[in-house]
């Protein structure tokens, strides 16, 4: 019975290791620019293409939908659209710039046919005291982002244009070199497999010159 022992390739188990790195690099790299990406999105470029305002919930009264530190998004919304069960964003004193967000819970009409909103906190036990006209509404919150107003409120005004040009500008950089250095990684692994050998030969290669075998040696073959 002829034996043969295969060599152990430490080449091989180097090559295993490199894929794996890079999978792991490439994968966590996609991942943390996407994340960027959702990031600048639902705080930056949605709100200026729908025309909303980006607000910072600093209160538990909305609590647990809208805990605080929650980022919320608020888009001008006609009176006539609203209705009960909406969360929106209101000055409670007319030309006062501090603003609430809480739920409709009534909409009612006086006798002379105006319009009035009532509102309550989802963690309040009873109705907000104010009876809201049109004019006090800044518009109705479309989505809501837990944690992030706490970003929100640290990145304001004029901040918030240059931070949102530089991510920009850093994330465009950022998804060239992935995609450069991923060719490059691949071009050279390809040239690796091309120019490198068999692991699993055990012997020399076919064609290749071979010394005549010592008669004196052990035979390597049993019977």
Known sequence: METSERQH???????????????????????????????????????????????????????????????????????????????????????????VTHRIEGIYYTGEGERRIHTRGDNNPVADSWSLVPEQIRGRVIYSVPYLGRVNSVINGQSRSILTTGVAAGLAVYAVWMVVNGIRDKRGKADDDESGTDPTLSGPELGAPVLPADPSAPNSESK
């Open 9 to 99: 390739d430490p080449e091989q188990d180097s090559g295993e290791k490199t894929t794996l790195w890079w999978w792991t690099r490439t994968i966590v790299s996609w991942v943390l620019l996407l994340l960027m990406i959702g990031v600048l999105a639902v705080m930056v470029v949605i709100p200026r293409l729908t025309g909303s305002t980006a607000y910072t919930v600093l209160t538990g009264s909305m609590e647990p939908t809208m805990p605080p530190g929650t980022l919320i998004v608020v888009k001008p919304t006609p009176n006539e659209d609203l209705t009960t069960g909406d969360v929106i964003t209101f000055q409670p004193v007319s030309g006062d710039p501090a603003v």
